[in-house]
């Protein structure tokens, strides 16, 4: 019984820990702090210690990132770009520096401290000297390649300045920020020209660099600090903080909080003295990071899958500041989610003013037991997203009413209800315009339909005036009709048209995430769209032949019959082929290197498992749950099941990582 509690709440948190992933990394667009997001994946930490049993490989502990959009070109590492493990306190810190002493004796003499930026990873590639390449973090191993609006930042140089001396090749990796005063300034203009605002710098360099078009890219006032280097052949350096001294003279920008300390209370003077000047910075941090200093003795430590042993992120104390709940609202979401809301008395943390946070759902209300007019302590950690902490109850001077989720949708009326086995509670109506706003601007977003200069703003403004009341009616926008909206004129209004038409032939995966339907990300999208050819046919599939698929269990294929079933969604889709939504089809996976081989996977991968998936399914071959006389290959990592005698008594041929990246050209993914 335990056991069954404990991976209900194990897998719970992994489909949360994945979306707020998913939003983070490819989206830019998080829901909760810092600190929040911390305590869930800790939380995760501790069960998957409590049940080694339950561990999966592609559990978000298992994994750096997440994995890059189809819209960039995959770029592999040399060398995984990993994570850091955390440390939150200074007894955890200590831990740390307690293995080190103990692995390494009194040989550890020094450890780097450098300011932890709340940027973009990205990975530079230069052979003899000159950039080749350059890549976000992604999953670790293969992330998404932006060389062109890499090129566009100026403290990035084309070429190592100095004497020549220059590795064959050298992976450097850095961050890439947007600082405070150069943040200020971007949302200025961009409030000027009537555009959405960014939340904060770390989400503006993040959508900045992730740009299709360099043009935009060069617009925005990007900065790149390095702090680490990848591969390097033939090896050049002994020490970290010989590297980032040679980093400076080859033209990057290395942060100049960074030091060496030979103790540890050198290490934990550091992290007070970070803290005393950490407003003070032009640049966000949100912690500070230790690094060994030798690389001989990181070595010795070695890593783990997710993070390295000779490293560790000590995040600040989360900002905390006490304010009042003035009411508590019900927001509507894209799928019709009512989430509560805290209307807060204004109070400024950090740097910003916080007035609204999320209270997430009514379990986590009646846990923290919040009321409207309670005393609360609200943090803020590392961006702007607040989170409320607790209620201050000894402070209530008079009886509080407790919040009751309203019975009907404040956006249109219709009935609110509860599913069995949920915790969130759901619009029924069928054209609730809260929920129409959340649809379209997912519609248009990067991963969907790609439409730029669809924000926030305008979609509201369509909606209000009922210019749009589904996604077919962008594809009848007039320009007079759009010109005479506020803040956007003619140019403008050319421009999103423009945007709207380049959208009208998107690939049929992007189509179908665009729809919106529940459970269907990306990754999904496209593969459906590989094996349904139109949305006709995919319209037209029946439960047993999405459940065939691998990846696509009952919960999410009842989803996608349900989603084609409803009336109103089929006349969506006849109005959007009336509107000329013509998608092209994926692209075929033809003469790849597994063409027609089935491959099935079994054991512990260093790499995630997903993306394992991927390069099978691009080099033309199909993943498989089960081991059957027509397996071409099983790849087998640690701990691997039965699933190999059952290969070894069929005669399938069982192979490791390594020959699977042989056999698919890429032994340096």
Same mark, same amino acid.
């Given at each position: 019984m335990a056991s069954s509690k404990a991976a209900h709440e194990i897998q719970a948190l992994r489909d949360e820990i994945a979306e707020h992933n998913r939003r983070y990394y490819l989206l830019d667009a998080p829901l909760i702090s810092d600190a929040e997001y911390d305590r869930l994946l800790r939380r995760l930490e501790e069960l998957e210690k409590a049940h080694p049993g339950l561990v999966r490989a592609d559990s978000p502990t298992q994994r750096p990132g997440a994995p890059p959009l189809a819209s960039f070109a995959p770029s592999s590492h040399l060398r995984p770009m990993l994570s850091l493990a955390?440390?939150? =306190?200074? !007894?955890?810190? #200590?831990?740390?520096?307690?293995?080190?002493?103990?692995t390494l004796g009194s040989e550890c003499r020094a450890f780097v401290i450098e300011p932890k930026l709340d940027g973009v990873a990205v990975n530079l590639l230069y052979t003899t000297g000159k950039l080749q390449s350059a890549a976000t973090r992604g999953d670790g191993t293969t992330g998404e390649e932006v060389t062109a609006n890499v090129k566009t930042i100026k403290s990035i140089p084309l070429r190592l300045a100095g004497d020549d001396r220059y590795p064959d090749t050298i992976e450097i990796r850095g961050e890439v920020v947007i600082t405070k005063s150069d943040f200020a300034g971007l949302n200025e203009r961009r409030d000027e020209e009537g555009m959405s605002v960014f939340a904060n710098p770390r989400n503006a360099a993040a959508g900045s660099l992730r740009q299709l078009d360099s043009r935009i890219t060069a617009r925005r006032p990007l900065e790149c600090f390095v702090h680490s280097v990848g591969a390097c052949e033939p090896p050049m350096f002994e020490r970290q903080s010989e590297f980032l001294a040679q980093a400076g003279r080859w033209g990057?920008?290395?942060?100049?909080?960074?030091r060496t300390v030979k103790t540890p209370e050198g290490v934990r003077q550091a992290y007070r003295d970070l803290v005393e000047i950490r407003d003070?910075? @032009?640049?966000?941090? @949100? !912690?500070?990071?230790?690094?060994? #200093? $030798?690389f001989a003795d990181q070595r010795r430590l070695g890593e783990l899958s997710r993070s390295p042993r000779w490293a560790i992120a000590y995040k600040f104390k989360p900002r905390q500041a006490e304010t009042k709940i003035e009411r508590i609202v019900a $927001?509507?979401?894209?799928?019709?989610?009512?989430?509560? /809301?805290?209307?807060?008395?204004? /109070?400024?943390?950090? !740097?910003?003013?916080?007035?609204?946070? $999320?209270?997430?759902?009514?379990?986590?209300?009646?846990?923290? @037991?919040?009321?409207?007019? @309670?005393?609360?302590?609200?943090?803020?950690?590392? =961006?702007?997203?607040?989170? /409320?902490?607790?209620?201050?109850?000894?402070?209530?001077?008079?009886?509080?009413?407790?919040?009751?989720m309203p019975s009907s949708c404040p956006a249109c009326g219709a009935n609110v209800v509860r599913l069995e086995g949920e915790v969130a509670y759901r619009c029924t109506g069928r054209s609730c315009p809260a929920q129409l706003k959340e649809t379209l601007r997912h519609f248009a977003s990067k991963n969907a339909m790609d439409i730029d200069g669809l924000g926030e703003k305008l979609v509201a403004a369509l909606v209000t005036t009922g210019m749009v009341h589904n996604f077919a009616d962008l594809y009848r926008l007039k320009l007079e009709d759009l010109a005479a909206l506020d803040r956007m004129g003619d140019k403008s209004a050319a421009n999103l048209l423009e945007a709207i038409e380049a959208s009208r032939g998107r690939p049929l995966g992007r189509l179908i995430n665009a729809l919106g339907i529940r459970h269907v990300g990306e990754t999904v999208a496209r593969r459906l769209a590989t094996r349904f050819p139109s949305l006709e046919e995919l319209a037209s599939a029946r439960v047993e032949e999405l459940t065939a698929m691998d990846g696509i269990g009952p919960e999410l294929a009842s989803s996608i019959t349900a989603f084609?079933? =409803?009336?109103?969604?089929?006349?969506?889709?006849?109005a959007l082929r009336e509107a000329g939504i013509r998608p092209a089809p994926e692209a075929p996976r033809q003469g790849g290197a597994l063409e027609g081989k089935t491959l099935v996977l079994t054991g512990k991968l260093s790499m995630a498992r997903n993306h394992v998936k991927d390069m099978i399914h691009e080099a033309g071959g199909n993943v498989a749950s089960a081991v059957s006389g027509k397996t071409d290959y099983v790849v087998a990592g640690e701990a691997a099941s039965s699933k190999l005698k059952k290969a070894g008594d069929l005669g399938v041929p069982i192979i490791d990582e390594r020959k699977l990246l042989a056999l698919l050209g890429r032994e340096s993914a």
């Open positions: 955390n440390a939150f =306190d200074d !007894g955890e810190l #200590d831990e740390f520096l307690q293995r080190v002493g103990k990057f920008r290395v942060h100049p909080s960074v003070r910075l @032009d640049v966000d941090i @949100d !912690g500070m990071v230790v690094k060994v #200093d $030798s $927001s509507v979401g894209r799928l019709g989610t009512i989430t509560p /809301v805290a209307e807060l008395e204004p /109070v400024k943390l950090g !740097g910003v003013v916080i007035s609204n946070a $999320s209270l997430h759902n009514m379990d986590e209300i009646a846990r923290k @037991d919040l009321r409207a007019g @309670d005393a609360v302590i609200v943090e803020r950690a590392g =961006d702007v997203i607040p989170y /409320v902490v607790r209620s201050l109850p000894e402070k209530r001077v008079r009886r509080l009413r407790r919040f009751k084609f079933s =409803d009336p109103s969604n089929r006349r969506l889709l006849t």
